[in-house]
């Protein structure tokens, strides 16, 4: 398997600019996760979904971001309006099942983004 | 107080050195304890994976877990330049989500 695919690795934009952060995770696995790290925060959860369906959006920060997953092989982030506080890596996981199982968590090589 | 706190280095040691790398957690309900090591500019990658208390070792790799103490390690033995990275435990198994430390910033110098 390729693994969790991200797209793109990079991405630099302006201040107001749409960002559509793209993911398609293992295929077969269930639950997919969105992150975003920073230097002074480390990894945060967003937000996860399971079987297509978003289970736990409180760590988004705002409505400017909002996350989809149409079908069980993609997902999206968007920041709409972006800021320059969103630059940061974006990084998609997924695993076979939840973090209540001893299933494991897999990582797509993450989007810089940078908001100038 | 955060579920999981990782002193975040950074820490730098010359090849061969022993590194000792800890995590501590509140939540005692945690089960599933894994360290992840992650290159500049790439993802975290699974590094070690283990289930309730014990030693877990991998080559020069060895997962500790101690439970009662609510208190993780991983030792790395004969460092090299390649583990050079950041290294982050993770934790799971109270709810459905992964719980992660902040890192920690190891570099080997040769």
């Known amino acids: 398997d390729a693994g969790v695919i991200q797209s793109p690795r990079h991405e630099v934009t302006e201040m107001g600019q749409e960002v559509t952060l793209r993911c398609k995770p293992i295929?077969?696995?269930?639950?997919l996760f969105w992150y975003r790290q920073t230097m002074m925060r480390g990894l945060e959860l967003l937000i996860y979904f399971n079987n297509n369906v978003p289970i736990d959006d409180s760590g988004m920060p705002e409505d400017r971001f909002s996350a989809k997953m149409p079908n069980a092989s993609f997902s999206t982030l968007k920041i709409q309006p972006s800021e320059p506080r969103d630059s940061a890596v974006y990084f998609c996981?997924?695993?076979?099942?939840?973090?209540?199982?001893?299933?494991?968590?897999?990582f797509g090589s993450g989007t810089q983004l940078s908001v100038l | 107080q955060k579920e999981v706190e990782q002193d975040p280095g950074p820490l730098s040691v010359p090849e061969g050195a022993i590194v000792s790398l800890n995590c501590t957690y509140s939540?005692?309900?945690?089960?599933?304890f894994m360290w992840y090591r992650q290159y500049s500019r790439k993802g975290p990658e699974l590094l070690m994976y283990t289930y309730s208390s014990g030693n877990k070792e991998d080559g020069r790799f060895t997962a500790q877990v101690d439970k009662s103490s609510k208190y993780i390690s991983l030792f790395i033995r004969d460092s090299q330049p390649s583990d050079s990275a950041t290294y982050l435990c993770a934790m799971s198994g109270a709810g459905n989500q992964f719980y992660f430390g902040t890192g920690t910033s190891l570099t080997v110098i040769p």
């Open positions: 295929s077969g696995h269930d639950y």
């Open positions: 939540n005692s309900a945690f089960q599933y």
């Open positions: 996981a997924s695993s076979l099942a939840g973090a209540a199982t001893n299933e494991k968590l897999f």
